[in-house]
């Protein structure tokens, strides 16, 4: 009978400890990026999760998870990508905080528990300014226009035609073969940042060449992009676009992506807000 009672006792004391152990509470992540899978590992690569449900919303995916307790104090973000590979994306939790809303059932509209938006780090070059050159744009007869495009050859959509005493004030950002990207004033439509042909303007000596590199991207939801990097800026109306839109990304500034992308205009190239731009 002692024999017995002592077993129990050594059970109870090992599988106690294993029973607390084993609570689970919900957990949503609110990611921007349309991962296949996504889990919680320990240090030691052991899993903590097991997806209960994916909910699109606004561009972000909330992936709620059924978390478990097996005593380790940090919980690990891992991803899968298209071919099946598990990427550790550098991104932890604290336990103690996933549990702080045992008992409930978060939702899209109301998280109770602990939501966090991960970014993982952006691919193209960040600028707080794009150098500027100012230039003056060539006289012409009358009331003669110098054409713009909305990207460096004559393949793209025009951007408008403009006389040159409208225009306030001009700044040449780059060159990009034989058309130049011009921030400009006009009194008409206001600020865009539009290409024109290099030689519609005086003054270009000190203009940098340049050659983009594009980094694939796609718009988190329906948008009307812009002339320039800001709300300061002409909205592009006619090259309104919508969620999923592939993007090329060139850079961003001051929080705005400079991309190229179909539009019902065909290829043109303008700025995005990037909080609206995954990758």
Same mark, same amino acid.
């Given at each position: ?19 607390? =152990?084993?609570?689970?509470? =919900? ?103 794009? +150098? ?7 006289? =012409? ?17 025009? #951007? ?51 050659? =983009? ?8 939801? #329906? ?15 006619? #090259? ?22 179909? +539009? ?16």
């Amino acid at each position: 009978m002692k024999h017995g009672l002592t077993w129990f006792l050594v059970l109870f004391l090992v599988i106690a400890p294993l029973c607390a =152990l084993a609570e689970s509470t =919900l957990f949503t992540l609110v990611l921007n990026q349309p991962y296949d899978a996504v889990v919680l590992m320990d240090q030691n690569g052991n899993t903590l999760s097991s997806v209960v449900t994916t909910t699109p919303v606004n561009g972000q995916t909330y992936w709620t998870l059924r978390v478990t307790d097996n005593g380790t104090d940090t919980a690990f973000l891992y991803t899968r990508d298209a071919q099946g590979n598990w990427i550790n994306e550098n991104v932890s939790y604290p336990m103690h905080l996933i549990f702080a809303g045992q008992g409930t059932t978060p939702t899209p509209e109301a998280t109770a528990t602990p939501t966090i938006a991960h970014t993982p780090s952006k691919p193209w070059p960040v600028y707080t300014q794009v +150098s500027r050159t100012p230039v003056t744009i060539r006289l =012409l007869e009358g009331e003669k226009r110098a054409q713009s495009r909305t990207g460096p050859a004559k393949t793209y959509h025009g #951007a408008g035609g403009y006389k040159p005493y409208k225009v306030t004030s001009a700044s040449a950002l780059f060159i990009e073969g034989s058309y130049m990207l011009v921030d400009l004033d006009y009194t008409t439509v206001g600020k865009r940042v539009v290409y024109f042909l290099t030689s519609a303007f005086k003054g270009t000596g000190s203009v940098p060449s340049v050659t =983009l590199t594009a980094y694939p991207a796609y718009t988190l939801s #329906a948008l009307t992009p812009t002339f320039g990097p800001g709300v300061a800026y002409d909205a592009f109306s006619e #090259a309104a676009i919508g969620s999923g839109t592939p993007l090329s990304v060139f850079y961003e500034e001051n929080g705005w992506v400079f991309a190229e992308f179909d +539009s019902a205009l065909g290829y043109v190239r303008a700025f995005i807000p990037v909080d609206m731009v995954g990758w």
